[in-house]
């Protein structure tokens, strides 16, 4: 088992910025690709970024790109998600997520993932 803890959300106001973290234990050698997701008040689940095992590509909602940078470090067992220039339709609860290593590659997609963590909120103000 894979277990993932998020930290870094918070109260932001527009135009801000915010970094998350995402810590993973467990049978780390067993993740894959990391993503990170948001489910803002009322509505479904949305990918908002992931990134591959080595760090070497990203992968980004439209919504966020440009304005946020996934990263991750292997050696620490962490990936990032730093956040720049908030909106406030970027209020939600943000979850970060693990997949295992090979099969058919989808990072957008919440089924490609195995593991989830409980979330932490990030609030963008007016």
């Known amino acids: 088992q894979v277990q993932l803890v998020e930290s870094g959300g918070g109260l932001a106001q527009a135009g801000g910025s915010v970094s998350l973290s995402c810590a993973a234990s467990?049978?780390?050698?067993?993740?894959?690709?990391m993503g990170w997701f948001r489910q803002p008040p009322g509505k479904e689940r949305e990918f908002v970024a992931a990134v591959s095992w080595r760090g070497s590509i990203g992968y980004y909602a439209d919504s966020v790109k440009g304005r946020f940078t996934i990263s991750r470090d292997n050696a620490k067992n962490t990936v990032y998600l730093q956040m720049n220039s908030l909106k406030p339709e970027d209020t939600a609860v943000y979850y970060c997520?693990?997949?295992?290593?090979?099969?058919?590659?989808?990072?957008?997609?919440?089924?490609?993932?195995?593991?989830w963590g409980q979330g932490t909120q990030v609030t963008v103000s007016s």
């Open positions: 467990g049978r780390t050698f067993s993740i894959g690709t």
């Open positions: 997520a693990s997949s295992g290593v090979g099969g058919a590659l989808s990072p957008r997609s919440t089924w490609f993932y195995e593991h």
